[in-house]
C-alpha cells in the first residue's frame, strides 16, 4: 500500500522526544525520509536508529532553532542527503512556569526565541526551496495556549499566539507557490515536557491535566502525530492557515459551570 508521503523528505524539529519524536516515526512509516533535528543529540540519535532500524530512512542532527545556522545547516542536510524538502514540522516550543511579574527578561527572551524565533526561522529558511519546488506543506506547533490563556504561563501565550498568527501570514504569502502552511494546537499531552513542568508532583500534575480536557485525559503524541502527518500530507490538499485544537475538547468550552448540576444535586 503507497504511504502518505512516499518519496517525500521532512524535518522535524525537537525530533527527539514527545510529539516530535512520534511524528517522525510516523512520517518514516508513510514513506518520508525524516532529517530528526534536536538540541539533544542523544535523542535525535535514538529516535534516527529506531526508524532506520524498522526501515524507515531517517538523519539525525544537534541543532538549536533558535540558532539561523542551526536551522540552514538542517536544511542543507535534508537537501545534501536527499535532495530536496517537502514536509517543515517546526515543533521546538519552550515554556517556564512564572507569574508575569515575576518573570525574568532572560525566561521571556528564552521562550520568544525558541518558540516564536525558532518557528519563524524554520519557515524563513525553507520558504525559498519549496518555493523552488512549487510544492511544501509546514506545520507549525502552536497549541491551547496560544488561543486561550494560562495561569504563569504569559511568555509562552504570547509566544504560542505569535506561532499561530505567523502561521496564517506565510499561508497567505504562499499559498500562491503551492506552499501551505497550518498549525497543530495540542491540549495537555503526556510527554517529557509535561514531565518537567510536574516536577516532583508529576503525577498530580498529569491528573489535573486529564481532569481539564472533556475527554477526561490527556492526550498522547501519537495523536498528535497523527493530525500532523495528515496536515503535512496531500489528504490536507485544500487546508492553509489553519490553527487545528487536537485538545480533547478543552477549548470548546466556555469554562462556565454545568449549570444542571445545580438542580440535579
Ligand atoms: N506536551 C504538551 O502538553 C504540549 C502541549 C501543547 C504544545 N506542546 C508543544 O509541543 C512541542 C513539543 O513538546 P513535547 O511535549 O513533545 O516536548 P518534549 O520535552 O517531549 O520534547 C521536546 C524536545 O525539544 C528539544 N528541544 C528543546 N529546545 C530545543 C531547541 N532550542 N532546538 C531544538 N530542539 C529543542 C528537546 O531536546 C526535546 O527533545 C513544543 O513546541 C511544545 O510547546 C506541548
Not at 155 to 163: E, F, H, P, S
Not at 212 to 238: C, K, W
Request: proline residues 2%; contains cysteine; negative net charge.
Amino acid at each position: 500500500m503507497a504511504g502518505k508521503l512516499d518519496g517525500q523528505v521532512a524535518i522535524v524539529t525537537a525530533g527527539g522526544s514527545g510529539i516530535g519524536a512520534a511524528s517522525a516515526v510516523r512520517f518514516a512509516q508513510e514513506g518520508a525520509a525524516v532529517i530528526v533535528a534536536d538540541l539533544s543529540g542523544k535523542r535525535a540519535e535514538a529516535v534516527t536508529a529506531q526508524i532506520n532500524d524498522a526501515g524507515g530512512k531517517a538523519t539525525m542532527i544537534k541543532m538549536d532553532v533558535a540558532d539561523p545556522d542551526g536551522i540552514q545547516a538542517t536544511i542543507q542536510l535534508a537537501l545534501d542527503t536527499y535532495g530536496r524538502l517537502d514536509v517543515m514540522f517546526n515543533n521546538a516550543g519552550l515554556g517556564e512556569l512564572s507569574r508575569l511579574e515575576d518573570t525574568s527578561l532572560e525566561s521571556w527572551n528564552r521562550t520568544i526565541a525558541v518558540t516564536l524565533t525558532g518557528t519563524f526561522l524554520g519557515m524563513k529558511y525553507c520558504l525559498p526551496i519549496m518555493r523552488q519546488q512549487a510544492k511544501g506543506a509546514i506545520v507549525n506547533t502552536a497549541s491551547v495556549s496560544g488561543i486561550g490563556g494560562d495561569y504563569g504561563m504569559s511568555a509562552y501565550n504570547a509566544a504560542k499566539a505569535g506561532v499561530i498568527n505567523l502561521s496564517r501570514s506565510a499561508a497567505i504569502e504562499n499559498a500562491q507557490y503551492n506552499i501551505r502552511v497550518n498549525c497543530v494546537c495540542p491540549g495537555a499531552i503526556n510527554t517529557r515536557a509535561a514531565q518537567l513542568l510536574g516536577g516532583d508532583r508529576a503525577d498530580e500534575f498529569r491528573r489535573l491535566q486529564g481532569e481539564a480536557h472533556p475527554l477526561g485525559r490527556m492526550g498522547e503524541p501519537e495523536e498528535i502525530a497523527n493530525t500532523v502527518l495528515f496536515l503535512a500530507s496531500d489528504e490536507a490538499s485544500f487546508i492553509t492557515g489553519q490553527a487545528l485544537a487536537v485538545d480533547g475538547g478543552v477549548t470548546s468550552q466556555t469554562g462556565l459551570p454545568n449549570m444542571l448540576s445545580i438542580h440535579e444535586g
